[in-house]
């Protein structure tokens, strides 16, 4: 059987970031405590409906997972090992706040099984750090980076949000450059999403922020390229570089799409034939999985708060959309054929022929990718092809 990957959500925060739409809630931190005892608890009661699953990545989201203890890591990894074979060389990331890792932390994280940490960067400068609310300044991520290197951490992940309102282009290249200077292996980039509810939403709405500027974004992406690629990362996604050997492995789980399974309020999986998601609320993820039955099906879990069976076709269309944005892998005309029992040529003949006369697809007798501009213009290939 294919490895799965395991997504754990950790919805609490200190504050909340203006741009975020994530499930996550601040001034809870008394819950963090009945959280993990529930999470444990639900990584028992799903893994013993199919033990033993062999399990190749583990990835610690939210929110702001490094507000958990070294100890509580310890008893959740003992969990998941009573239930799955976890790879003795899993990759297992932690999110992190860069205010949130001093040596002592990084150096037993280390010694609990991470080997992985992603931390939220965002900016390299404080106007637009003040501006997103992040209770970190530049400083601080510099010191976290070298408490990462000094706990044992020998793979790093710096995230970077561009686009956003009065940032300019000179200002988006210091932030690369500082990037760049910190020398992560991996380094991720998201174009800021106005996303409802958001109090940056609000702000662009109300007029007290301008929209962000779609133009200057691409040629910030077209920025980011090319500085990425100068200082030896290489570009394997389309939002994500990495030195060689240093590829995510848990998201490249997604973009294959490959099954994966998400555990803790708001996590999102990918299992059974289905795709699925937990329920929101801590408090009520708490109280359900204080008291249960082991008798249920996969992945139909207590918490299980949507359940969504996945056709042929839905499942060719999450594979064509995931797999594209993977920038020369792309899509394996012969693992395509072998997974779905045709050609993908036959299966969007016109759209792909259409998209490849236009430059944004190439199209070899091994597999199909985005060009160099079908990459700025892929929202356009995906809504075709879906």
Not at 86 to 96: S, W
Not at 209 to 221: E, I, S, V
Request: glycine share 8%.
């Amino acid at each position: 059987m294919t490895p799965v990957a395991v997504y754990l959500h950790v919805p609490f925060c200190s504050t909340k970031c203006t741009y975020c739409a994530f499930n996550t809630y601040i001034q809870l931190e008394h819950l963090i405590e009945p959280f993990v005892t529930a999470l444990i608890a639900e990584i028992r009661l799903v893994g013993r409906s199919q033990p033993g699953l062999d399990v190749h990545t583990i990835f610690f989201g939210g929110g702001t997972p490094s507000l958990l203890t070294p100890e509580q890591y310890a008893r959740i990894f003992a969990a998941l090992r009573e239930v799955y074979n976890v790879y003795p060389d899993a990759e297992i990331t932690l999110e992190a706040n860069p205010n949130d890792l001093h040596r002592d932390y990084t150096t037993a994280l280390r010694q609990v099984g991470f080997n992985r940490i992603s931390i939220g960067m965002q900016s390299a400068n404080e106007n637009e750090l003040q501006l997103f609310r992040r209770r970190h300044d530049n400083d601080a991520v510099a010191r976290a980076v070298t408490a990462a290197r000094a706990g044992g951490f020998a793979n790093l992940n710096l995230d970077l949000i561009y686009g956003i309102p009065h940032q300019t282009l000179d200002g988006w290249r210091n932030t690369l450059t500082q990037t760049v200077a910190l020398k992560p292996e991996h380094i991720s980039l998201y174009a800021l999403g106005l996303e409802e509810g958001t109090a940056m939403d609000h702000w662009v709405n109300t007029g007290r922020l301008p929209a962000p500027d779609d133009d200057l974004a691409a040629d910030m992406y077209d920025l980011a390229t090319e500085v990425l690629g100068a200082a030896g990362y290489d570009q394997y996604e389309i939002s994500n570089w990495a030195r060689p050997g240093y590829a995510c492995r848990h998201n490249l789980q997604y973009w294959r799409n490959l099954p994966y399974l998400g555990f803790g309020p708001g996590a999102h999986g990918f299992a059974g034939g289905a795709r699925y998601s937990v329920l929101l609320s801590p408090q009520r993820y708490i109280k359900l999985l204080q008291d249960v039955s082991e008798d249920y099906q996969f992945p139909r879990a207590p918490v299980t708060d949507m359940f969504d069976p996945v056709t042929r076709e839905g499942e060719i269309a999450d594979t064509l959309i995931m797999g594209l944005r993977l920038v020369r892998e792309g899509i394996h005309r012969e693992t395509f054929r072998q997974r779905f029992g045709v050609d993908l040529l036959d299966v969007h003949r016109a759209a792909i022929d259409r998209f490849t006369a236009s430059g944004l697809l190439s199209v070899t007798d091994e597999r199909v990718t985005l060009t160099d501009q079908g990459r700025l213009l892929s929202n356009i290939v995906f809504r075709e092809l879906v």
